[in-house]
């Protein structure tokens, strides 16, 4: 029975690879087919924008997948890699790229050639480092390495200008690389449960933040009172389950800072506190209203990325338009 099952499932994603290359489509979705290989039929998908691989069974990645030069979207994530494809750095033209919950402990420093990366997720990978070279991706807004071995970070990460969510919870950090401080975009910043021993000074210089998790650190000691001042931009900066918050007086000066969090329990007078907060901030953020609030807040699980679609009508509409700035060479102007 399972011979059968594997036969109808590998006919199944030829169909779908066939179909791709009749209907000439942007988007490739083969993703949750237990698939052990790449089929060769992709190779014939020149046009692809997006290839959707995840939930698979792929141990490698096939020499072919270079010719999807004007590839945009690839996912890889839940997959059984156990080093990173370097096929993938022939893929100038991504913006996205999942690798999550693979075995995937280093980046090579030609990872930098991906130079319009807009999206990158590497969680639960086991990842030791990042190469300084990832200060080549100057377009990225969105990273997330949670759930590795990391230990330092690369002070290059200061060149990424365009970042606005970063999440590195659940790795080995002692510290941060001063040059953070001119991520001046940055929204997000989630560092929960590292072994940072104090609270990154380069904070109050970032002033787009608005959310920090640094819980469940080894921060033992307050930050001097005009450093706390100098957060007041953020709207949550959460320290609890750190061991300055098990001290009374701590927390009682901590208290004073309405965007300090020390617990994970709101009682009543934390949401009192919050709700003031909110209201005394409402003003300032009235031209930015529906940009950085409640959406931004939350990491999102892993398990709950999912960046495959479906290709159809409404889709194709998206793909082409991601081929305009590549088309636009072509226009002519008729007066």
């Given at each position: 029975m399972n011979r059968i099952y594997?036969?109808?499932?590998?006919?199944?994603?030829?169909?779908?690879c066939e179909d791709a290359i009749d209907n000439k489509s942007f988007t490739l979705n083969l993703s949750r087919f237990e698939m052990p290989d790449v089929p060769d039929l992709v190779e014939k998908c020149p046009i692809l924008l997006k290839l959707f691989l995840n939930h698979n069974h792929l141990t490698k990645l096939p020499p072919i997948i270079a010719s999807l030069s004007r590839l945009q979207v690839l996912t890889l994530d839940y997959n059984r890699l156990d080093?990173?494809?370097?096929?993938?750095?022939?893929?100038?033209n991504l913006r996205i790229l999942n690798l999550?919950?693979?075995?995937?402990?280093?980046l090579p420093p030609e990872f930098g050639h991906l130079t319009q990366?807009?999206?990158f997720w590497c969680n639960n990978t086991g990842l030791l480092e990042i190469p300084e070279e990832i200060g080549n991706c100057h377009r990225l807004e969105t990273m997330g390495a949670r759930g590795n071995k990391l230990?330092?970070?690369?002070?290059s990460l200061g060149l990424l200008k365009n970042l606005r969510w970063l999440t590195l919870e659940s790795n080995e950090l002692t510290d941060v690389p001063?040059?953070?401080?001119?991520?001046?975009k940055l929204v997000h910043l989630n560092l929960k449960n590292n072994h940072l021993n104090e609270v990154p000074a380069c904070l109050r210089h970032m002033r787009k933040l608005q959310y920090v998790f640094l819980n469940n650190n080894h921060i033992q000691t307050i930050p001097a009172e005009e450093d706390l001042f100098g957060t007041?931009?953020?709207r949550i900066l959460n320290l609890s389950e750190n061991p300055l918050c098990d001290e009374e007086a701590a927390r009682q000066q901590l208290r004073e800072h309405l965007h300090i969090r020390c617990s994970e329990r709101l009682d009543t007078e934390g949401r009192q506190r919050l709700s003031r907060r909110s209201s005394e901030q409402s003003e300032d953020d009235e031209e930015e209203e529906g940009d950085v609030y409640s959406d931004w807040e939350n990491s999102i699980a892993t398990s709950d990325l999912d960046t495959?679609?479906?290709?159809?009508p409404e889709n194709d509409l998206e793909d082409i338009s991601m081929l305009i700035p590549e088309l636009s060479r072509y226009i002519t102007n008729f007066t």
């Open positions: 594997q036969f109808f499932r590998h006919n199944h994603v030829l169909a779908i080093d990173f494809p370097m096929v993938i750095c022939q893929l100038t999550s919950c693979n075995q995937i402990s280093k990366l807009e999206t230990k330092n970070l690369p002070s001063a040059t953070m401080e001119a991520l001046v007041r931009f953020v495959t679609d479906e290709s159809g």
